[in-house]
């Protein structure tokens, strides 16, 4: 690259290649793929969800309770 030239110009050349150009299309395998991974971490973390409700629960009283506690009465 030259000291003048700014690197914002847009291109010029046309990249040649002997494939046609493909156009967007819907990718059924990976969009089936990616529900069976929602399902998946779905059917993991429903029954964990009470558990973690009540650690967050307990973490919250806890939390509260610190802050009431007296620190340094004398």
């Known amino acids: 690259m030259s000291q003048g030239d700014s690197g914002d110009h847009p291109v010029t ?22 529900v069976a991974v929602f399902l998946g971490l779905l059917v993991l973390l429903v029954p964990l969800l009470p558990f973690l409700i009540i650690a967050w629960v307990i973490s919250k009283l806890t939390d509260e309770l610190a802050g009431r506690a007296p620190i340094g009465e004398e």
């Open 13 to 34: 050349k046309v990249l040649r290649t002997v494939t046609p150009p493909s156009r967007g299309h819907s990718d059924n395998e990976m969009n089936t793929i990616g």
